[in-house]
């Protein structure tokens, strides 16, 4: 009769050896690839402070951050189209192509200077030489200069006689054909009053500085310098960023739509093609073209769009931006804005700023609130102040202030 010995314990115990044996060298093995986090920067702070309330929002929203006009940090989110649109559910991303609307002034006065460059032309030349020649010529015309058009200090106040901006329609060629006609008045003259048409004009003046001969046909200049205009700015500004595909309209069967805050459940608004009004508003870019565009014209030495002399001119004069302070940093910026309005607003709002130390950023948000119309946000603010007052937060790990500082704006309105 053999004798039975219980074995198992000793199983049991060489089994456990292996495994803490096994466990000491795994750990060992992976030692090396366990690193200590990275640090924040600044620029992780800034863009902490945008993302941690836009993320909650469910709309879809894009920003860039850039120092010299390298991308320091970003943040996208929520959704381009929804499940109500026939293109279905898409991911708002920074490659979105989004309707920028009057962040376009800006665009057009950098491909005006740049032609300006070109041709020896001043911004305080006057502009009826450049006009259609059949065009009938109202008062004070003979006296307007770009410059006047690029601060809206020409003195056109719209067909509506009023400084709450003019309807599309002005924005046409023959909306803008009307606005020469009717001209000015004196009293009018140098004084403050937004204008989509001042920077729509550009449009037909740009095309006339180029050599465009018009031929009194409407029916023919009207589509021979929409495509004159929109080859120009691409080539001359686009194209020196290479952004090899900006266009005036929404990219084909690939729209971003435009919804209203907080969610209402409706069908969303595609803001559609600005072809044919395309100069103070109308050019779709991503986030991180416009990022691209904006840092380098003013926060790089690159002289691809503008020389260093056109950059200081364009800075001087605020062609085509304003200014505001963020705390007791200066800033430059101009923002956008674009809705419809039904039983509630749907909408973009866009905006570019730039700060102290070469740094710029762009944000773009595809929604408003739904009863104010502005910036989606929950307490009031606008795009604007928003965007100043994340610097600001940030600013505050940097130099340990206690508060954040106030935003103050030259022309606190939406444009």
């Known amino acids: 009769m053999v004798k039975r010995t219980n074995i198992r314990p000793r199983f049991w115990a060489i089994g456990w050896l292996l495994v ?72 708002f991303t920074l490659n979105t192509k989004l309707h920028l609307a009057s962040m376009s002034k800006t665009i057009t006065a950098m491909a005006f200077l740049h032609l300006a460059a070109e041709k020896g032309i001043k911004t305080t030349d006057k502009i009826e030489p450049y006009l259609p020649p059949g065009w009938a010529k109202g008062p004070n015309i003979d006296q307007l200069t770009f410059r006047d058009l690029m601060t809206h200090r020409s003195g056109m106040v719209g067909l509506g006689n009023n400084c709450a901006n003019g309807a599309y329609a002005e924005n046409t060629w023959w909306g803008l054909k009307r606005l020469v006609e009717k001209g000015v008045k004196t009293a009018n003259r140098g004084s403050y009053c937004y204008q989509n048409a001042n920077f729509g004009l550009f449009r037909v003046l740009i095309p006339g500085l180029l050599g465009y001969a018009f031929t009194g046909n409407d029916a023919v200049d009207d589509p021979q310098t929409q495509q004159r205009y929109l080859d120009y700015v691409r080539k001359t500004v686009f194209e020196k960023v290479g952004i090899t595909d900006a266009i005036a309209s929404q990219p084909p069967g690939d729209p971003t739509y435009a919804y209203t805050y907080p969610i209402a ?57 304003f200014s505001g302070m963020a705390g007791s940093d200066p800033i430059r910026y101009h923002d956008g804005w674009w809705y419809l309005k039904l039983n509630q607003y749907q909408g973009v709002r866009t905006i570019w700023m730039t700060f102290p130390n070469d740094v710029t950023a762009v944000l773009v948000v595809n929604a408003l609130h739904g009863t104010r119309g502005f910036f989606p946000s929950d307490d009031g603010t606008d795009i604007v102040p928003y965007l100043g007052r994340a610097y600001t937060q940030a600013r505050l790990r940097k130099t340990g202030r206690k508060q954040p500082g106030t935003v103050t704006l030259e022309h606190p309105e939406p444009h």
């Open 20 to 91: 803490l044996s096994w466990s000491i060298t795994s750990c060992q093995q992976r030692e090396p690839d366990v690193t200590p986090d990275k640090p924040l920067t600044w620029f992780d702070y800034f863009a902490k402070a945008l993302d941690d309330s836009l993320k909650t929002k469910n709309i879809g929203y894009g920003f860039v951050i850039l120092e010299k006009g390298e991308v320091r940090a970003s943040g996208r989110g929520g959704l381009k189209s929804r499940t109500t649109e026939p293109e279905g559910e898409k991911p």
């Open 265 to 321: 459940g409706t069908v969303g608004w595609n803001p559609g093609d600005f072809t044919n009004t395309v100069g103070a508003y109308g050019w779709y870019l991503t986030p991180t073209e416009a990022g691209k565009l904006f840092a380098t014209v003013f926060s790089t030495d690159d002289q691809h769009i503008l020389t260093t002399a056109w950059k200081d001119t364009l800075r001087t004069n605020r062609l085509a931006h």
